[in-house]
């Protein structure tokens, strides 16, 4: 595993000291998380026959809908 290092000023305080850890571990996991899936659905649709516009299209679909049931469930 990757160690990343980050300087910081001796004069931060403990307790602003592990927020600011903790809220980089979590940018850092959802950065690679978000590069992971866009590798695998990279190779997942290589072989799509679909355009690029159809593409989009049917992604426009999918957020309406899940908006749709979103604000049936209340969510929103």
């Known amino acids: 595993m990757v160690e990343i ?14 927020e600011i850890q903790e809220e980089i571990r979590r940018i ?3 950065r690679l ?8 659905w990279d190779e997942r649709f290589s072989r799509s026959e679909l ?3 159809e ?4 992604g426009k679909e999918v957020n309406r ?3 749709k049931i979103w604000k049936e469930k209340g969510w929103l």
């Open 33 to 40: 998380a978000r590069e992971l899936l866009l590798k695998e």
């Open 51 to 53: 355009s690029d516009e």
């Open 5 to 18: 290092v980050i300087k910081m000023p001796e004069e931060i305080d403990e307790k602003l000291l592990a």
């Open 65 to 67: 809908a899940a908006l």
């Open 28 to 30: 850092v996991k959802l």
């Open 55 to 58: 593409c989009l299209e049917l």
